[in-house]
Structures are given as structure tokens and as C-alpha cells.
């Protein structure tokens, strides 16, 4: 079945830093790809999106580009801020659009 | 105005216990779901319904039955609760269960069994 993998966390960095967040993915088709971010103690936002390929999500300086070669979508952002803070979900939607699959989540932690 | 709610947002039951948690979103979206985060943050999908129908069921057990009794929504009842039924439950809705649209999270219920 689908499945979608991320780099394991957590990730710590300082303010200021690059930050990168692996994403690879396993699919029937094309599917459309998010990434969600988990403030804590709150719910899923979604932070971008890319639904074809070659697709560039950007949001709040973060960006991510679907890569079906390499089938990933990879998250960066060139200056993280501690309000970047979060847990980051990989996600993709199947084909029929029913279900996201998610990636078991990266932890950011910025310090300043 | 909240996009979708969901009550309560905490719930400590007891074991063998029957709960519900109930979800409601405003943004006139045609499908629901219900989503479940265990205590490591691994997210799967539970249950989906567009327009009141049942799409997806996800081998989840028999003492979870989701109800919609409006597209509007979409409660979720466990009876005889479990330990591990422990987990935060997230409702969330999208415009028309197709990929290209996001789905929006309600805040989630965190529900402790003891």
C-alpha cells in the first residue's frame, strides 16, 4: 500500500539555521503530496502542497518540490525562526482522494 | 468562527466504559473523516464519509462507529473502551474527498483510558 517516509527527528537547530526535512514516498499513480505542521497542543495545519509533478509548495518561506524520479518532497526553509517549532507531517493523498497517508512526523526544535 | 470543532477536548474514562466524541465543521464540505494520533505522533486514518456515506473504514475494531447523522457531521462512539484506545482523535473535513483539496483539522480529542 502507500506508504510515506520522513527523516527521523527530533531536529535541532539554531535561529537563523537551514533547515531540511526529508520526505520520500511509495504510491500507486501520482498522488498529491502536503505537508501538514502540529503546533503543540494544537491540530493539523496545512503549511503546502504540490499536486504533479515538478509542483514547488511554498508557504511561510517553508518549500518543498514534488520529485517523482526520486519520488520526494523534501521540506526546506533557508532561516528557521523558534516559532518554527513543531512537529512536520509528510503526507500524501491516495488517488481516490479518501485518506491522507502520513510520514510518523519530525520534531523541530529551534533554539535562540 | 471555528472551521471544525470537535467536543470535548479532553475525556478521562474508564475502562469498559462507552464514550463519544462529537465533530462539526462550518465550511460546507462534503466529506469527514476521523483520524487517530497514538502517543508517538503516528497519524492514521480511521474512518471517511462523503455525504453521509461511509468511503472508508480502516480495520478498525468493532466498537468504533462513526455516525453522521448530516454532511455537516461526524461523531465517533467507542463502546467498551480499551487501554489502548488511549490517543489524541482529530476530525477533519475537505471540500470533496478528491486529492487536489487540503483537509482542515479540528483541534482534537485527547481521550485517556484508566
Known amino acids: 500500500g502507500d506508504s510515506v517516509t520522513q527523516m527521523e527527528g527530533p531536529v535541532t537547530l539554531s535561529e537563523e539555521a537551514f533547515l531540511t526535512i526529508n520526505c520520500t514516498y511509495t504510491?500507486?499513480?501520482?498522488?498529491?503530496l502536503f505537508w501538514y505542521v502540529q503546533y503543540p497542543g494544537e491540530g493539523l495545519q496545512l503549511l503546502l502542497k504540490?499536486?504533479?509533478?515538478?509542483d514547488k509548495g511554498s508557504n511561510k518561506g517553508f518549500e518543498a518540490t514534488y520529485r517523482k524520479e526520486t519520488t520526494s518532497f523534501h521540506l526546506e526553509k533557508g532561516s528557521v525562526q523558534v516559532s518554527d517549532s513543531a512537529v512536520y507531517f509528510c503526507?500524501?493523498?491516495?488517488?481516490?482522494?479518501?485518506?491522507?497517508?502520513f510520514g510518523a512526523g519530525t520534531i523541530l526544535r529551534v533554539k535562540s | 468562527d471555528t472551521a471544525v470543532s470537535q467536543t470535548p477536548k479532553y475525556l478521562v474514562t474508564q475502562m469498559g466504559n462507552d464514550k463519544s466524541i462529537k465533530c462539526e465543521q462550518n465550511?460546507?464540505?462534503?466529506?469527514m473523516y476521523w483520524y487517530k494520533q497514538d502517543s508517538k505522533k503516528f497519524l492514521k486514518i480511521m474512518f471517511s464519509?462523503?455525504?453521509?456515506?461511509?468511503?472508508i473504514n480502516e480495520t478498525v475494531p468493532n466498537r468504533f462507529s462513526p455516525k453522521s447523522p448530516d454532511k455537516a457531521h461526524l461523531n465517533l462512539h467507542i463502546n467498551s473502551l480499551e487501554l489502548g484506545d488511549s490517543a489524541v482523535y482529530f476530525c477533519?473535513?475537505?471540500?470533496?474527498?478528491?486529492?487536489?483539496?487540503?483537509?482542515?483539522f479540528g483541534p482534537g480529542t485527547r481521550l485517556t483510558v484508566t
Open positions: 477533519a473535513s475537505s471540500q470533496d474527498g478528491t486529492p487536489d483539496y487540503e483537509q482542515y
Open positions: 504540490a499536486t504533479k509533478a515538478d
Open positions: 504510491a500507486t499513480g501520482y498522488p498529491s
Open positions: 465550511l460546507g464540505h462534503d466529506t
Open positions: 503526507a500524501l493523498s491516495d488517488r481516490y482522494g479518501n485518506k491522507l497517508v
Open positions: 464519509y462523503n455525504n453521509k456515506e461511509l468511503i
